[in-house]
């Protein structure tokens, strides 16, 4: 895990998997509850550890929550790639693969969202969730450029990365002012979520398909 204030890594086998249930049972009640509504009382009881042993690797409630946060993305990052490669396993022809890559990413952060959206909230304040946060975007945004860059000879726009880029940004926002992640919570739900994802990949495919002329 990443290292983090406040945070003390257990070294015996024993005292790792009681702190991982530790981190499983806050995931959990993150997801149910959010932030505020979490105590480490209800982490305790539900991790089946005593709230002194938290203690003993937390300083408190603010710490466990960086280390789960930490956990989570973790966690997103190995779906995200897990996700990607079973796209790519299908060897889909071009258009449906858009259509596909389109649907998959907002079906994952749908999946994600009761989590993503505490640690959005949470990291204008907190510089290592937040650059965390970052690497796990831009990852998950280079492995779906890439995937349909396999495809450049498919792709019809002059600049092909460019377009690559700007099909997953709208459709990236797109989905999260659905969702009402980062700033966008009041507006979440507006409109049909399986009519934005297929006009999202309708709209996509025709625009890396655009063939400008002079």
């Given at each position: 895990m ?5 945070f ?9 998997q009681?702190?991982?249930r530790?981190?499983e049972a806050?995931?959990?009640?993150l997801g149910?509850?959010g932030?505020?509504q ?7 009881q539900r ?24 956990h ?7 779906q995200q790639t ?9 060897r ?10 389109v649907?998959a990413?907002g079906e994952?952060?749908r999946?994600q969202?009761n989590?993503?959206r ?10 290592t969730?937040a650059?965390?946060?970052?690497r796990?975007f831009?990852?998950l945004?280079r492995?779906?450029?890439?995937t349909?860059l396999d495809?450049?000879?498919?792709i ?7 377009a690559v880029?700007a099909?997953?940004s709208?459709?990236y926002?797109a989905f999260a002012?659905y969702l009402?992640?980062?700033?966008a919570a009041?507006v ?5 979520w399986?009519e934005l ?5 309708e709209m996509?495919v025709l625009?890396?398909?655009y063939?400008?002329?002079?």
């Open positions: 990443t290292e983090l204030k406040g003390r890594t257990p070294q015996q086998d024993r005292s790792r009681s702190f991982e530790v981190l806050a995931t959990e009640l149910e509850k932030y505020e979490l105590t480490l009382a209800e982490v305790s991790a089946g550890v005593s709230t002194g042993s938290i203690y003993g690797r937390v300083r408190g409630k603010e710490d466990l929550l960086d280390a789960v946060q930490v989570i993305l973790e966690r997103v990052e190995r897990e996700l990607l490669d079973a796209i790519r396993a299908e889909l022809p071009f258009d449906a693969l858009v259509v596909q890559m649907t990413l994952f952060l999946a969202a989590l993503l505490p640690l959005m909230a949470r990291a204008p304040s907190n510089p969730v650059t965390l946060g970052k796990s831009h990852k945004k492995g779906w450029a890439d349909l495809h450049r000879a498919e019809g726009h002059p600049r092909p990365e460019h880029d099909c997953f709208l459709a926002a002012r009402g992640l980062g700033s009041d979440a739900g507006e409109g049909d399986d994802g297929r006009d999202l990949g996509s625009f890396l398909r063939r400008m002329t002079p």
